[in-house]
């Protein structure tokens, strides 16, 4: 299976962006559907954002809709979260996943359950 290495994290002010990378080593990762976690002290991990295999296909949590867009480069084994007008409730460690579910068409998000393969996580933090 592919092993995961995110960067990209770090302190900026509120309205700022950033852009997260994972870095996938291994298996082929067009194999993959991946997603963007997020988790906060105390609180539960949840799905940020998720791309199927071709990248035609994404899903975005209500709560980063028309903020934050994931994509993906096969060719490089990359995706990325870009993040713009970051606010401090998405203050967080931020973790990249995988799920095996090529050949599908549409994006299927699920639960963190169903994500088999994680990254170690990157820490954002956004200051008012």
């Known amino acids: 299976q592919v092993q995961l290495v995110e960067s990209g994290g770090g302190l900026v002010q509120a309205g700022d962006s950033l852009r997260l990378s994972c870095v996938a080593s291994?298996?082929?990762?067009?194999?993959?559907?991946m997603g963007w976690f997020r988790q906060a002290p105390g609180k539960e991990r949840e799905l940020v954002a998720a791309?199927?295999?071709?990248?035609?296909?994404?899903y975005d949590a209500d709560s980063v809709k028309g903020r934050f867009t994931i994509s993906r480069d096969n060719a490089k084994k990359t995706a990325y979260l870009q993040m713009n007008n970051l606010k401090p409730e998405d203050t967080a460690v931020y973790y990249c996943?995988?799920?095996?579910?090529?050949?599908?068409?549409?994006?299927?998000?699920?639960?963190?359950?169903?994500?088999?393969?994680w990254g170690q996580g990157t820490q954002v933090t956004v200051s008012s």
């Open positions: 791309i199927n295999w071709t990248g035609h296909s994404t």
């Open positions: 291994g298996r082929t990762f067009s194999d993959y559907q």
């Open positions: 996943a995988a799920r095996r579910l090529a050949l599908l068409r549409t994006v299927i998000p699920g639960t963190a359950n169903e994500y088999t393969v």
